[in-house]
């Protein structure tokens, strides 16, 4: 069994900077690849990051531009998601799972939540005009 927690969410203004991270326990995730996901009311999760097993390879959501970024702690079993430059459009819960796979070889494949077996519960992040 795995836990996932995400902490690190909360309110900000536009333009702002949250850094979300993931803890791990009940086994260790440096052998697996790790993504993140959110959901706004009312609408679909949705794909925002991975980070491969070695956090050699990272796969972002056209809507990220360049404005997040994926990383991982594997000593400490840990993984974070930086996001600047924040906007009212980026208000959602944020999810951090853990993937079957060490990496994935695309994109489309790491945005494909079926790759995924354990999630956490989820941080609110919201975002003031």
């Known amino acids: 069994q795995v836990q996932l927690v995400e902490s690190g969410g909360g309110l900000v203004q536009a333009g702002g900077s949250l850094r979300l991270s993931c803890a791990a326990s009940?086994?260790?995730?440096?052998?697996?690849?790790m993504g993140w996901f959110r959901q706004a009311p009312g609408k679909e999760r949705e794909f925002v990051a991975g980070?491969?097993?070695?956090?050699?390879?990272?796969y972002y959501a056209d809507f990220v531009k360049g404005r997040f970024t994926a990383s991982r702690a594997n000593a400490e079993n840990l993984v974070f998601l930086q996001m600047n430059n924040l906007t009212p459009e980026d208000t959602a819960i944020y999810y951090c799972?853990?993937?079957?796979?060490?990496?994935?070889?695309?994109?489309?494949?790491?945005?494909?939540?079926?790759?995924?077996?354990?999630w956490g519960q989820g941080t609110q992040v919201t975002v003031s005009t």
């Open positions: 799972a853990k993937s079957g796979l060490k990496s994935h070889s695309s994109r489309h494949s790491a945005s494909d939540y079926r790759f995924y077996d354990y």
């Open positions: 009940g086994r260790t995730l440096s052998e697996y690849a």
């Open positions: 980070v491969s097993a070695a956090g050699d390879k990272e």
